[in-house]
């Protein structure tokens, strides 16, 4: 081979004077060889260079090692972070993770699914867009590939693993009316499950406490959070139109934008004294501990969700199928207290 290039698996194994079968085996499951085999495959192919296309290798399969993970928009930290982890449970385990990212849009989740599927993946790990998915072919998928949806309970898939919006709100909203003024609501037009539960369950806790709810909802729609909790912000403190001086918004990035639309407004955030509002989160994103002033919020369990998302899947692949109706894992969140509130 001396002067060729390694072009396929027959190739590497002639170079490499390791039998066709073994190299085989072993591309399929490094662990099925003896050791002293795996070092002279791994010291073979970092001689020749050579990297396996796993895509042939898996060609013929029913499924492959491929875990295909899908998020709404993987520029934003938290979905960042969650399929960092998620990542990483995979490859400890032998599988081999593909991520997706929608972008916020319907189209390109759709063509994210079906290339995934084309790669007949041993399993699925997603987090829809929601209200905007195409229903029908998130679901289609989900009925040929096992599936595990985490973060927006769409009612697809074999299980759910997220977070319990109503103990988490609860949560928040009495620590606000233990420590100052009663939150009001701090909203956009929902783009997925999670925001009408996070409104229902503040709706629920300030009734519960015997306080009339303040629900404002702002203009925008997509996925620029920080620009619409900014634009908007703004305008409803020129107009002074905000219904109480806390305000808890529906998660931490619409926070982001609303502590910078105070900043500009030449208002003091925070709960001591000269602050003129104080502003609350939900989710507790990776951003939350560095912004001036550092935001209060509810964390959600990022490590606890990315493990039993993981796990469950793969009981799916085992073949430990559950039995019933499809469960929903709900994880409680812990109240983040810091300068903002």
């Known amino acids: 081979m001396a002067g060729n290039a390694i072009k396929n698996m027959v190739d590497f194994a002639e170079a490499s004077g390791i039998s066709r079968p073994t190299v085989s085996k072993y ?5 099925s060889v003896r050791k002293s085999t795996r070092d002279r495959i791994e010291a073979a192919m970092e001689q020749f260079d050579y990297r396996p296309n796993f895509f042939a290798i898996n060609h013929n399969r029913k499924s492959t090692k491929t875990i295909g993970i899908v998020v709404p ?7 960042a972070e969650i399929v960092r982890l998620l990542e990483r449970r995979c490859m400890d385990a ?11 849009q319907k189209e390109l989740e759709n063509n994210a699914l079906a290339t995934l599927q084309s790669l007949r993946p041993s399993g699925a790990l997603i987090a829809p867009l929601g209200r905007s998915s195409d229903f029908k072919s998130v679901q289609r998928f989900s009925e040929e590939v096992p599936t595990v949806v985490f973060d927006s309970n769409v009612k697809v898939g074999q299980a759910f693993v997220g977070s319990n919006n109503m103990q988490s709100i609860g949560l928040v909203v009495d620590y606000l009316c233990r ?39 702002v203009l925008g729609s997509g996925w620029d959070f920080e620009k619409i909790g900014l634009e908007e912000g703004k305008r409803l403190i020129s107009e002074r139109s905000l219904p ?26 925070g709960a001591g004294a000269g602050c003129a509002l104080r502003i609350a989160g939900v989710d507790d994103h990776p951003l939350s501990q560095f912004t001036c002033p550092p935001l209060t919020t509810v964390s959600q369990d990022y490590a606890a969700i990315s ?20 469960p929903e ?4 969140g812990t109240l983040v207290m810091r300068q903002s509130a």
Not at 27 to 31: G, I, K, Q, R, S
């Open 179 to 217: 420590t100052g003024e009663p939150p009001c609501f701090f909203e956009m037009p929902p783009v997925n499950p999670n925001a009408n539960k996070r409104r229902d369950a503040y709706v629920r806790s300030m009734e519960g406490l015997g306080l009339e709810p303040k629900v404002v909802q």
């Open 27 to 31: 591309f399929n499951d490094a662990e």
């Open 73 to 79: 928009y993987l520029a934003d930290p938290f979905f």
């Open 329 to 332: 894992l709900l994880l409680e």
């Open 307 to 326: 493990n039993h998302s993981v796990r469950i899947l793969f009981d799916l692949i085992n073949g430990n199928e559950h039995t019933g109706e499809r």
């Open 94 to 104: 032998g599988f081999w993770p593909i991520v997706f990212s929608a972008h916020g």
């Open 244 to 269: 109480s001086d806390t305000i808890l918004c529906s998660n931490d990035r619409l926070a982001f934008g609303l502590i910078a639309a105070a900043y500009q407004k030449g208002l003091r955030v």
